[in-house]
Structure formats: structure tokens, C-alpha cells
């Protein structure tokens, strides 16, 4: 506003001049435009009012929230926006003002005005500060968006496609193994397993620790308890030895399966064979008879901790079912299951929902971040844009007479473009030096909360900048 108030300065002097000719001093002028700034501010309020009626369900489908905005309900927030309209008019009216009321009008009037052509470190300063903070939300906009797109990609070590969960299916109790048995034999089912966790979720911890040469290696691991067709549902890969299996009675009376990180943290070289002990409990322990390829069973804002595998015992059920459906008729198999549910279940609730899309919803508040910068950096571009067009026009108004000699000398459009853009690419050039650097640190912090991350590319940076550059161009 400042930019573009100034710019309009020529039009203006002349109105001054009469007014104070008149007998007008400086403090009516002032007020004058301080009261411009504050009905201006007035209208764009009432404009602003009923875009945000039309966008708040918008952003509360971005942003998660359900916030509501009634001004008839909400009484008390009529005077914060009259203090609101009362602030930013006068905060962003006040430098146009005293820039416009300090012509003299004799000078005005005589054609004079080059003396009153100040304050361009002001409005240039205004200029680096809006465009700094569109690159800033540009490159930090980039950098979601690839963080996101990591984590949505990355191999995790498992399969999550077409997998179905059916949650808290321990409401159907002793009739879990029976339920899957059924749920098996559908044609469209490949293969059914029962969790204690879903992957994702933060799961309870328990320490173990070995024995290697009386020496005693002590871990918090997280305990998952599994059936015999968890790795033929999800296709985990072994790293050596076996997972449990359904033909050997001896598996239910002690034995484990651990990843790969437990195996290192607890000085393990050849796991397989040897035992666990789990510290709480007394007696020899658990036989390791496999090593199971790491994978992410928590959320990617961790690191792979240790893991330990514990076969359900007949008498014991868990709250998840996964089951791997085929690509076709996906429908169908979903109502088939269903009604099995209910043969079993005594009327509770069928609850369910494909891996994939729980797996997203894990990073739903990284998905809004993003959508929300990219949101914001569409508004940072607006304005920024319609500052440096208003300091545009001021230069291009100020070098009027230039411009006409130089065209009149056979200057060309394009020569002309060249000359004014220079000064603009410097301001603009100004704020990628400073948002380059708030931008990474900005991103570099919000990158620590995952474990896994992408690289600070410096192609973004350079990108983002050269964005902001044909921007200013395109404005000037």
C-alpha cells in the first residue's frame, strides 16, 4: 500500500499544492490521508470478511480444523476488527501521508518535484522484505512437497498394498482363529494375519539382554505378537534362519524371531541358535530362530529401533487383522468379509481401512503443512508483486521525461524494459541473499523431526530463485 500510495505522488502534488494554497496545513493533510488509508482498510475488511465465509470450510479441509466464523454470534469480535481496521490503516497510511502532505506548493505548482522523489531506501526495503519472504515460502513450499513424496515412496520393507485392516478384533475374542480360517478360503483373499499393532503405531517396549561369554548386553525392544502367516502376508524378507512355522511344536514354547538392529545392539554376529533372555523373567529364555530383514514398523519419524517377534499363543488373540486382497473385485471381497464379521461378531461395528491410505493418514499434518505454504506462497507472490509494481510505476513515473527523450532518440521498447528492470532485479536479487539462508534453516529444523530425510538440494534453492526473478520481471 505504502508503494502504491507513493506512486500515485504526481497526481497527488498538484492537490496538495492547491489545497494548502487554500490555507490547508500539514496536519489536515495528514489526516486527510491517514483518513483515505482507514476507509480503504474499512472496504477491504468487509471484502475480507465474506471471501473468509467463502473460504473457511476450504481451509478447515486443508488445515484439519473446524473453526467457524459468525460475527452475529460472536458480538465481541466486532470491536477487534474495528481496532483492526483503525491500526493497519494508520500503520500502513501514515509514511504515504507524511510523503504526500510535505510538498511545497509552490514548487508543486511551478512544475518542480524532484526534491520530493525520497524516501526509495524505504520503499526498497519494503520490496527485499516481500519478496524475501515469497522465496522463503517457495523453497520451503519445494522441500515439503519432496519430504512427502519421500516418505510416500520410501521402501519400507514390507508390503502395504492391498492389504485390508480390520480393526479391534479382539471384541470377537476365542472366534479370531476361526474368523480368519473363514475369511482365508474367499476366493479374492490371498492371505490373512493377526497383530498386536498395526505398523505406525507406537507399540509397548520390554528389555532383553544376552549372555555372550558372561557378559550381558541389555536392549529396550518393542515386542509385536504375530501369527505363523505374518511374513506371507506382508512378504518381509528373512536375513537368516526362519519364521515361525505352524509344523513345529517347539515354537510355541519359546522361540523368537528379532531384526536386524536387536541382533547388532545386543553383540550378536551368528543370532541364530542362540537365546534371549527377557530381563523382568526368570528361566532360559527365548530361542532366536530367525533374523528378520529390517523394516519400518513405526513411523518414519524414527529411526529403526530393535524389534522382537512373539508367536501368539492358542489361547491368545490380537487386535488386527491384515489381509491381503486381490486387485479385482476388491468391492465384493470387502462385503464378503463383512458378513463373516457379523456371523461372529454379535453386532459390532465392522471397522476397517486399506493400509495404504492409513499409511498416508500417518503424515496427514506433513500433507497440510505443505498445501497450507503452498497456499500462502500464492499470497506472498500477490503481494509481493503488487509492491514492486507500485515502486514500478513510481520509477517509471519519476523517469517520465527520460523515458520520452530516450524513445524520442530511437530507444526501443525493450532497451527501455532493460533499463527499468535492472534496479529491480537488485532488490529482488537483495532478498533471494537473505531467504536462501532463513529458508534453510527454516527447513533444515523442520526436517529433524523424521529420521529418514532428503538431501537440502541446492538445485531448489537456485530454482526458487530464479522463480522470484522472471516474477519481478513479469511485474515490472
Known amino acids: 500500500y505504502m508503494n502504491l500510495s507513493t506512486a500515485r505522488y504526481s497526481g497527488r502534488a498538484k492537490e496538495v499544492g492547491i489545497r494548502k494554497t487554500i490555507g490547508a496545513n500539514f496536519k489536515n493533510l495528514i489526516i486527510q490521508f491517514l483518513s483515505e488509508s ?70 508543486v505548482l511551478g512544475g518542480s518535484l ?14 527485499v522484505l516481500q519478496f524475501s519472504i515469497t ?11 519432496n519430504q512427502l513424496n519421500l516418505l510416500q515412496n520410501k521402501k519400507l520393507g514390507y508390503e502395504k498394498e492391498q492389504i485390508l485392516l480390520i480393526n479391534k478384533c479382539d471384541d470377537i475374542g476365542m472366534h479370531l482363529n476361526a474368523f480368519k480360517e473363514d475369511v482365508k478360503k474367499l476366493p479374492g483373499v490371498i492371505n490373512v494375519t493377526n497383530t498386536s499393532m498395526r505398523f505406525g503405531e507406537q507399540i509397548g517396549n520390554t528389555v532383553y539382554e544376552s549372555k555372550i561369554k558372561d557378559k550381558k548386553h541389555s536392549i529396550i525392544a518393542s515386542v509385536l505378537l504375530a501369527d505363523y502367516n505374518f511374513i506371507k502376508t506382508y512378504n518381509n524378507k528373512m536375513k537368516a534362519g526362519r519364521f515361525f512355522d505352524e509344523t513345529r511344536i517347539t515354537d510355541t514354547l519359546g522361540a523368537m524371531v528379532i531384526n536386524e538392529t536387536t ?37 518414519l ?21 491384515s489381509v491381503k486382497i486381490r486387485g479385482n473385485n476388491i468391492n465384493r471381497t470387502v462385503n464378503e468379509i463383512k458378513k463373516i464379521w457379523s456371523s461372529y461378531a454379535g453386532g459390532q461395528y465392522f471397522e476397517y481401512e486399506f493400509f495404504d491410505e492409513y499409511y498416508n493418514n500417518l503424515y496427514i ?24 509494481i507500485g515502486l514500478a510505476a513510481f520509477t517509471a513515473e519519476k523517469r517520465n521525461k527520460e523515458i520520452g527523450i530516450r524513445k524520442a532518440l530511437g530507444a526501443s521498447t525493450k532497451s527501455i524494459f532493460i533499463l527499468l528492470s535492472k534496479e529491480f532485479i537488485k532488490y529482488v536479487l537483495i532478498s533471494n541473499v537473505i531467504a536462501i539462508p532463513v529458508s534453510y ?36
Open 365 to 388: 499434518s506433513e500433507e497440510r503443512t505443505g498445501k497450507l505454504f503452498a497456499s500462502f506462497s500464492v499470497i506472498g507472490i500477490i503481494i509481493g508483486c503488487l509492491g514492486l
Open 263 to 299: 541382533a547388532k545392539e545386543l553383540g550378536y554376529k551368528k543370532p541364530v541358535g542362540d537365546r534371549i533372555y527377557q530381563t523382568a523373567l526368570e528361566g532360559n529364555g527365548f530361542e532366536i530362530i530367525g533374523v528378520i530383514d529390517n523394516f519400518n514398523f513405526e513411523s
Open 135 to 145: 522465496t522463503i515460502l517457495i523453497i520451503c513450499t519445494i522441500f515439503i512437497y
Open 38 to 107: 482507514v476507509i480503504i482498510t474499512f472496504i477491504a475488511v468487509l471484502f475480507s470478511i465474506f471471501i473468509v465465509y467463502l473460504l473457511l470450510p476450504l481451509f478447515n479441509d486443508i488445515s484439519g480444523k473446524q473453526l467457524e466464523f459468525n460475527i452475529i454470534t460472536n458480538i465481541s469480535i466486532i470491536p477487534v476488527i474495528l481496532l483492526l481496521i483503525v491500526f493497519i490503516g494508520l500503520v500502513a497510511g501514515l509514511y504515504p501521508a507524511i510523503f504526500l502532505s510535505s510538498f511545497s506548493p509552490i514548487k
Open 301 to 321: 519419524h524414527l529411526a529403526i529401533k530393535p524389534l522382537v517377534i512373539r508367536l501368539y499363543k492358542p489361547n491368545q488373540f490380537g487386535r488386527i487383522v
Open 114 to 127: 524532484h526534491e520530493y522523489i525520497k524516501g526509495k531506501r524505504l520503499r526498497g526495503i519494503l520490496v
Open 441 to 476: 534453516l527454516l527447513i533444515s529444523q523442520w526436517l529433524e523431526n523424521f529420521a529418514y530425510k532428503i538431501n537440502l538440494d541446492i538445485l531448489v534453492f537456485i530454482g526458487a530463485s530464479l522463480l522470484s526473478i522472471v516474477i519481478a520481471l513479469l511485474s515490472v
